[in-house]
């Protein structure tokens, strides 16, 4: 990248292990894909879970630390990464770019697949405010048609997420992981083979239009070989002359040098195996120990600040949780593919911890899946069954089970501390 690099500092990045993760949201303020008509179809106003893993910089110069393969413990085990350009051994990203595309060629298990998770990076000089990741996704490349014209024809996919950057703990680099399954409203589809996939940070604006954050927020790619699994080409478009404007011309075309900084996104995509995605909405629920304070069962069924509202209850000896939080559900069917649980919530203190269960009705037992201080703000996580997912539903009722907990590990800043549960939904994959 011999002209670009003439104008703007280049990093790298050493993927030296998480320092910290964090489960958040993000909102998908608007949205459109096209349906299997090749029609538009529109989404928009609503959230969905985010994993950010913080990495580490290093500068361009220094050695290339040992190599480290990307974590996957987000994807259950049943899922297809259809495209990963994670490695874990020398992240880079220029600072003053804040758009950029990148051809993508995807295996061929994907095609016409929804996409599961979408994993990407980004360096941040901000952690405040609301920024919007407009992705855009084009199909077909056309040489010829000179500055200032899209390269770029039929386009597939065009959504704007509003980051909050308070969820990023300080400056600096990041992975994150959208979890896209966890609303049925995303319907992005796999193209065949070969896509043009665009990242674009940008403030946030509900159509997406808002001032290209150069210098601010910059995506991140990865070096040190070919995508692991998938195909790119050591060339990206980085909308730049004269200014970002969203339009990727051929005149836009650069790269890194080559090895070791082939000029490939961060990227990992996977689909779910395949089947069916059914969502499974609770029927009951019971506060096993806890106090009723607000919000009935329909207050489980959507991420829409309805809340189910519990404090603390007696308990009968203290290694008990003063909170046990009891729902079930009906399947269609016990034979199934994968299970998912997923939990929006918040404390009401500081100094919880939070757990989730899920009851495997073949031992009889509930199975521990996910521990965690439990958060103080509204955050999503989905805990994933990892094996025998079908012992998870009642044989003959078809009966699904969930148990989500809260007791005190440290100082509480109230006496009378409790949950708030916007969500609980099982997602299971039938054949």
């Not at 630390?65 to 051994?89: A, C, E, H, M, W």
């Not at 940008?202 to 239009?209: S, T």
């Not at 809260?406 to 099982?426: H, L």
């Amino acid at each position: 990248m011999k002209q670009f690099l003439c104008s703007f500092a280049v990093l790298c990045l050493a993927g030296t292990g998480l320092a910290q993760t964090v489960y958040g949201t993000a909102e998908v303020v608007y949205g459109k894909h096209r349906g299997p008509n090749g029609e538009w179809q529109h989404v928009g106003g609503f959230e969905i879970p985010i994993v950010i893993e913080k990495i580490t910089a290093r500068d361009v110069s220094q050695p290339v630390p040992p190599k480290k393969t990307g974590l996957f413990d987000y994807l259950v085990p049943q899922d297809t990464i259809i495209y990963n350009n994670d490695r874990g051994s020398n992240y880079f990203y220029t600072p003053e770019m804040a758009s950029a595309l990148d051809d993508v060629f995807i295996i061929s298990a994907g095609n016409n697949q929804k996409w599961r998770t979408l994993t990407l990076g980004v360096n941040t000089l901000r952690n405040s405010g609301t920024v919007m990741l407009r992705l855009r996704t084009w199909q077909n490349f056309t040489a010829g048609r000179g500055a200032g014209v899209s390269a770029f024809d039929l386009e597939l996919w065009d959504y704007g997420i509003g980051i909050n950057t308070s969820q990023f703990p300080s400056p600096g680099a990041y992975k994150f992981t959208l979890p896209l399954y966890s609303d049925n409203r995303i319907n992005m589809r796999v193209p065949a083979n070969q896509c043009y996939f665009a990242q674009q940070w940008r403030e946030y604006h509900v159509l997406g239009e808002g001032t290209f954050l150069e210098g601010e927020m910059s995506p991140i790619f990865s070096g040190d070989g070919e995508p692991l699994i998938g195909t790119s080409q050591d060339l990206f478009w980085f909308d730049y002359n004269p200014a970002p404007n969203g339009i990727y011309d051929e005149t836009e075309q650069d790269w890194f040098n080559g090895t070791p900084n082939e000029a490939n996104f961060l990227l990992t995509a996977a689909i779910g195996q395949s089947g069916t995605l059914e969502t499974i909405r609770p029927v009951t629920y019971q506060w096993f120990r806890g106090q009723h304070v607000g919000g009935n069962v329909g207050s489980l069924h959507f991420s829409d600040d309805n809340r189910l509202q519990g404090n603390k209850g007696i308990v009968i000896n203290q290694n008990e949780a003063p909170i046990q939080l009891v729902t079930e559900g009906f399947a269609s069917t016990n034979v199934i593919n994968s299970m998912s649980f997923n939990l929006e919530s918040m404390a009401t203190s500081v100094g919880l911890q939070q757990t989730v269960e899920l009851f495997n009705f073949v031992s009889g037992q509930y199975v521990l899946l996910d521990t965690r201080n439990a958060p103080t703000t509204d955050t999503t996580i989905s805990v994933n069954v990892p094996s025998n997912p079908g012992q998870y539903v009642e044989s003959g009722t078809n009966v699904v089970r969930a148990q989500v907990t809260y007791k005190a590990i440290g100082p509480t800043s109230i006496s009378n501390w409790g949950c708030r549960v916007d969500m609980g939904t099982w997602d299971i994959i039938k054949p």
